[in-house]
C-alpha cells in the first residue's frame, strides 16, 4: 500500500487521486527465452514441410537470458508518437573459440555461448555496458535528466557501489537512481505484466536454429513491439495499483 501511495498526486478538493505520470521510470527485469516451446501445434497443408526443428536433449534446451528495458511511451497532443519507450534487449553472451571441427563450424572459430551463471557481476557488466549508455542514448531530450530504473528483489540485483558504476549513472547530466519494487509482486513491474509474454509469442512465430538466431528473433520481436500496447501495458500497471 505504502508502495501504490508513492505513485500518487495529491488529491484536489472534490477530486480523485491520480497517479504521477512515470515517464521517469523505466522498469528493468531479465527472462530466459528458449529456442522453442515445450509444445508447439502445427496446421500444415498436404505438401507443406513442418517447419519445426527439435532439439537433441530435453534436459539440455538452446536458451538465452535477456536483459530488458522498458519505459512509457510518449505520444503528442495530436495523438503523434514522440518516443516509444524502448530502450533495448540485450543478450547474456560471452565469445568462445571452438577447440574442435564440427559439421557447423570448423575449429578455432569464435562461437557465441549463452551466459548460463547470472551473477552480481555479470548483471553489473550488463548495466554499466549496455542498458545505461542506452538509456542515455534514447532518453527525449525534453524530459529532466533524473530517471529511475525499477527492478525486483533477486539476489543478483545488488547496486553497484563502485566509482565506475556511479560515475556512469551520473555523468553527462544525469542522475540515474535504482529503486525496488515490493517483494513478490511481478505485476508491478510492466515487463512480467505483459511485455515478456508478447515478445515471446512473436518470437514463437519464428523457427531459428541456434541461439545466434534465437537473438536475432528475441530483439526482432522487441523491436515490433508496439509503442500502443506498451501505452495499454502501463495504464494495466495502473489499474493493478488501484486493486491495493
Known amino acids: 500500500m505504502k508502495w501504490v501511495l508513492t505513485h500518487l498526486l495529491p488529491a484536489t478538493q472534490n477530486g480523485d487521486c491520480k497517479f504521477v ?16 516451446p515445450e509444445t508447439r501445434r502445427f496446421y500444415l497443408l498436404p505438401n507443406e514441410a513442418n517447419p519445426y526443428m527439435c532439439q ?20 503528442g497532443p495530436n495523438g503523434a508518437l514522440i518516443h516509444d519507450g524502448k530502450y533495448g534487449i540485450f543478450p547474456f553472451v560471452y565469445e568462445s573459440i571452438a577447440k574442435k571441427k564440427s559439421k557447423n563450424r570448423d575449429a578455432g572459430a569464435v562461437e557465441i555461448k549463452a ?13 554499466i555496458n549496455n542498458v545505461i549508455p542506452s538509456i542515455k542514448a534514447k532518453w527525449p531530450a525534453h524530459l529532466p535528466k533524473d530517471i529511475f530504473i525499477q527492478w525486483d528483489n533477486a539476489s543478483p540485483h545488488q ?21 525496488y519494487q515490493p517483494l513478490q509482486s511481478p505485476d508491478l513491474n510492466v515487463l512480467d505484466l505483459g511485455l515478456f509474454n508478447v515478445i ?9 536454429k ?9 530483439t526482432e520481436a522487441y523491436q515490433m513491439f508496439n509503442p500502443e500496447l506498451n501505452k495499454q501495458i502501463w495504464i494495466s500497471l495502473q489499474c493493478f495499483m488501484e486493486e491495493f
Not at 505520470?21 to 522453442?36: A, G, R, S, T
Not at 557481476?121 to 548495466?127: Q, T
Not at 515471446?200 to 531459428?208: A, D, E, L, T
Request: charged residues 25%; aromatic residues 12%.
Open 21 to 36: 505520470d512515470m515517464q521517469q521510470v523505466i522498469h528493468v527485469d531479465e527472462k530466459w527465452f528458449y529456442l522453442n
Open 56 to 75: 537433441q536433449s530435453k534436459r539440455f534446451k538452446v536458451k538465452g537470458m535477456f536483459m530488458a528495458a522498458i519505459g512509457k511511451p510518449i505520444f
Open 115 to 127: 551466459t548460463q551463471n547470472i551473477n552480481k557481476e555479470a548483471i553489473r557488466a550488463m548495466l
Open 159 to 179: 547496486i553497484p557501489r563502485d566509482e565506475e558504476f556511479q560515475t556512469a549513472c551520473h555523468s553527462e547530466g544525469f542522475n540515474i537512481q535504482f529503486i
Open 200 to 208: 515471446q509469442s512473436i518470437q514463437y512465430q519464428s523457427f531459428p
Open 210 to 218: 541456434n541461439l545466434k538466431e534465437l537473438i536475432e528473433r528475441v
